[in-house]
């Protein structure tokens, strides 16, 4: 045997030698994203209910089926919808990456929400975090962005319908609108040019940013000293008491790892038992009735029933502005890390959910079958009377309740605040449900069992 034979098959390194090496690497790619210690409450799982993380594994999962998928999809109008169906009925496991991709993006929807959610409620955007507030919420927008893009690629019944109904709404975006709509389907509708530049938007511009925004997400949450916790109560002498610490290996890497691996196998049992809905081949001249947009964009579609399209593109984006603007408005920082704020805040809390459960059905019904605000004011343009008139309501409405907090109530500022930000998430949930299930035939109004 020749020497460098004998190196190749012999070896005196003890092969544990590897495995701790293994170990070492992996241990230092944990503590580049984490800290080597961490706070104790923060390993509470009933405080971030984990949310951030599951939408970054999510965000995994998403990424490495949809670039298993572009090894099969086909983004011509002609090939598209076939290329899909041979995925689902020739490819080895290829209905289970559909759906796993296809339920995961829909979930990372809830999950984002409910991680601004909790970061709102919690405080999470004080004490110096309000650069990551921001960033945050362009990665909201960026998870619908994506969804959107991602809705028309399988050129169905659903897919076509559903884009043009909310290009359509992107047409009233005031100022750059028609420019954006124009611009996304390459032309007045959706057809070739719309296919290409959903797919070219969906699988290179919106990874490229997501990875980034993404990656500069964690390393703020990393030099903003770890996540937001409640300030300790001093300890008798007055002295402020130290927070117990614990190290990030095992203690939180274990859980992240459970809670992974538990995610992954729900989503993967979920993606086995639900095939993601595959309709007809799209027609561009049958449109199915109701023609609804996507799940996420119902409660935008649900205010378009009701109100001028350019008041209806207005109030979400007056409140969408409104949140990222929070940190600048309830600065105290006191009370970060306290779910609510305080006992105040847990009851504008509840007043908020409870408004923002009643009010909407309410004032649907009220609109549909009673008020017709235009035939109440004639000669009044319609862009006035059914849209900057329902848009002042809406606003005042607004300025109402947070008056009444603050007055009645005797919340302070981020209390208040809390109570606002209640009623506008429970209100948004309520249009959502009401534009899913009880909108039927020419968007009628209709019980859904
Ligand atoms: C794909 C979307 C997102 C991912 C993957 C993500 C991931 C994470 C993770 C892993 C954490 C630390 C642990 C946790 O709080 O659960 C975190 C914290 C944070 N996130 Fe996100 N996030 C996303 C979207 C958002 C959104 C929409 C907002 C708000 C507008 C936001 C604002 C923040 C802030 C301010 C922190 C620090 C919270 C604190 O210190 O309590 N993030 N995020």
Do not use: C
């Amino acid at each position: 045997m020749t020497k460098l034979k004998e190196r190749l098959l012999y070896t005196d390194k003890d092969p544990a030698d590897d495995r701790s090496r293994m170990r070492a690497v992996a241990n230092n790619l944990i503590l580049h994203l984490h800290p080597t210690k961490v706070p104790a409450p923060a390993l509470k799982w009933t405080y971030t209910w984990g949310l951030g993380g599951i939408s970054a594994t999510l965000t995994l999962v998403l990424l490495i089926t949809g670039v298993l998928l572009m090894f099969r999809y086909d983004a011509s109008v002609e090939r598209a919808y076939t290329s899909i169906q041979n995925l689902e009925t020739q490819v080895t496991f290829g209905a289970l990456i559909r759906g796993l991709h296809h339920w995961s993006a829909n979930l990372l929807i809830v999950t984002t929400f409910l991680h601004l959610i909790r970061v709102f409620l919690t405080g999470g955007f004080k004490q110096g975090r309000t650069t990551n507030w921001l960033v945050g919420v362009v990665l909201l927008l960026l998870v619908v962005a994506f969804n959107f893009t991602g809705y028309l690629l399988p050129w169905d019944q659903l897919a076509f319908w559903a884009i043009t109904v909310g290009t359509s709404l992107l047409g009233y975006v005031p100022v750059f609108g028609g420019a954006i709509s124009n611009f996304l389907l390459a032309g007045p509708d959706v057809g070739q040019g719309a296919l290409r530049n959903f797919y070219a938007i969906h699988v290179a511009v919106l990874p490229a940013i997501m990875i980034l925004l993404m990656s500069y997400h964690f390393w703020k949450v990393r030099k903003d000293g770890g996540i937001s916790q409640p300030i300790p109560a001093p300890t008798e002498d007055k002295r402020p008491s130290r927070v117990e610490r614990l190290t990030t290996i095992p203690h939180l890497v274990q859980r992240e790892f459970a809670a992974a691996v538990v995610l992954i196998t729900a989503v993967t049992i979920f993606a086995m038992l639900v095939p993601p809905p595959l309709e007809e081949l799209a027609n561009p001249i049958h449109p199915p009735n109701p023609a609804k947009a996507a799940w996420y964009f119902m409660g935008l579609q649900e205010l378009l029933l009701h109100m001028h399209p350019l008041a209806a593109m207005l109030l979400p984006g007056i409140a969408l502005a409104g949140i990222a603007a929070i940190p600048y408005w309830d600065k105290r920082e006191e009370d970060i890390g306290v779910y609510f704020r305080s006992k105040i805040g847990t009851g504008t809390a509840l007043i908020g959910a409870i408004l923002g459960v009643a009010l909407p059905p309410v004032l649907v019904v009220i609109d549909e079958y009673w008020l017709d605000l235009p035939s109440m004011m004639p000669g009044v343009s319609t862009l006035i009377s059914n849209g900057f008139v329902p848009l002042a309501l809406s606003l005042g409405g607004l300025a109402a309740i947070y008056s009444l907090f603050r007055v009645v109530g005797r919340a302070n500022r981020g209390e208040a605040t809390v109570g606002l930000f209640v009623f506008l998430m429970v209100s948004l949930v309520m249009l959502t449900i009401i534009g899913v299930f009880f909108r039927g035939a020419n968007m009628a109004l209709v019980m859904p069992f």
